[in-house]
């Protein structure tokens, strides 16, 4: 759209507005606000034909992942969510399919407002927009050559975790290496099971600190087994798995401040890689449980 066809247009409104023109006036202003986002080179060209399946796709996927990021804290994109609501309900193939939430509120404090009574968890809310998602996503993905099998996150599976273990257990690498490198491999695992759990790397926004990557991961698991009868095996291997990290928290402060002969520092740090890793098994399995009821046996 040029920048002459969205200047008339805004004119337009603002005549509609003046004359108290109020059959034009709540549609021009939509129309005002679409074109000045426009202008902005923020907002995609307006178009009467339908969305195409991989555009549609794309939008969709914007809007959760902008949902996603604002019920965690993240910021209030209102103009954002606004475009890319209006061209999703407005196209008459999707507007059955998308989320009930998207479709009834038409602006994010209104959304909010209705999330914030659904629950008081920030976990739960994302939970919520994440099943609302779903549907839409899986059927355009499924009608769309072009995105099928891509743009997927996987977790890691327990077969890579335990060959790598293993091949750790063999290192003769010193001390403090051999623990970095199992709390390297735990935030891989851990950041694996998220991303796959959104479909998405935004939910982290990059983060890689254990301590964080660690609650995510629990937190996942939590919500997860909210919906079934696996809330009391899923408290309990989470449980585990945090007494685990304090071991290892607790073996690397030790190696970090009393002297030791060498044969005591690699003892400790081969007790340290293996509660690390024992407390990524244990979350990787649980999110395997959940998922489908057994761990699958994936390839290194």
């Keep these: 759209m040029s920048a002459r066809a969205v200047l008339q247009l805004t004119q337009f409104a603002s005549m509609a507005e003046l004359r108290n023109d109020h059959r034009w006036v709540e549609r021009l202003c939509r129309v005002k606000q679409a074109c000045i986002g426009i202008s902005h080179g923020d907002y995609p060209e307006m178009s009467d034909n339908p969305l195409s399946v991989e555009t549609a796709l794309s939008m969709v996927r914007e809007l959760r992942e902008l949902l996603l990021d604002y019920v965690a804290g993240g910021p209030a994109r209102a103009p954002r969510y606004k475009v890319l609501r209006d061209a999703l309900v407005g196209d008459d193939r999707l507007r059955d399919r998308l989320p009930s939430l998207v479709v009834e509120y038409e602006n994010l404090v209104d959304l909010w ?120 095996i899923v408290a309990d291997v989470i449980t585990g798995a945090a007494a685990l990290r304090k071991t290892f928290d607790a073996i690397l402060e030790r190696l970090g401040q009393t002297a030791l002969d060498p044969d005591e520092q690699r003892r400790l740090a081969r007790m340290g890689v293996d509660a690390m890793l024992s407390a990524a098994m244990s979350l990787l399995s649980c999110w395997y449980m959940l998922q489908s009821g057994s761990s699958p046996r994936g390839a290194a």
Excluded at 201 to 225: C, H, K, P, W, Y
Aim: glycine share 6%; proline share 2%.
């Design 113 to 232: 407002q209705f999330l914030k009574y659904q629950s008081s968890s920030k976990v739960e809310r994302q939970e919520l927009v994440r099943q609302q998602f779903d549907a839409v996503a899986r059927a355009l993905s499924g009608a769309s050559p072009s995105e099928s099998g891509s743009g997927q996150f996987a977790a890691i599976t327990t077969d890579k975790l335990f060959k790598g273990w293993y091949r750790l257990s063999q290192d003769e690498m010193e001390p403090q290496r051999l623990l970095a490198t199992a709390r390297k491999i735990t935030v891989q695992v851990c950041c694996s099971i998220v991303d796959a759990h959104y479909n998405s790397r935004e939910i982290r926004g990059g983060n890689e600190e254990l301590s964080q990557v660690f609650g995510m991961t629990q937190d996942v698991l939590l919500a997860i087994s909210s919906n079934n009868d696996k809330q009391l």
